[in-house]
């Protein structure tokens, strides 16, 4: 058990934006005036509310798109796009860590074992939990807030 502890520590090193930032993200959604109708539709999820509305989705849905509407408004729209989550950079810096900890684990092994093991914990580090949790993604903005234009009644704007 005492082998394992370095091990067990320094892989809770290496999922930087699982543990800090979770598997789920909040996109708020405010316009003005309020009460419009919100439809967030995203590569694998789809949710509406009604504004000011907060939704929450998994970091890992893919690009969405954002329709605003109102009765008497204009419709908007909004883009946006998944990227990569600043916290996932945090494993480039705790990448090190994981294969310390395996040397420590397999300390009497042949120094070959040791180093292949280390490489593997190091390349989990940098490509592993994250990318299973989709904690490696965010999305952008993460707050859009909406001016609706009115228009006539019947006729769209141009």
Known sequence: MRRLLPFITSVSF???ATVTTGTQETLAVTSSPSGADAKLVCEKHSVAGVTPVKFSIRRNVGNCSLTVSKEGFAEHAVTIEQGVNPMYWGNMIFAPVAPAGVYV???GQSEETATG?????AA???FGTDFITGAVHAHRPK???VILISTPRGTLPP
């Open 14 to 16: 290496i999922a930087c």
């Open 105 to 107: 684990m397999l300390a």
């Open 117 to 121: 093991i280390g490489l593997l914990a």
């Open 124 to 126: 989990a580090a940098i």
């Open 143 to 145: 707050s859009i807030d």
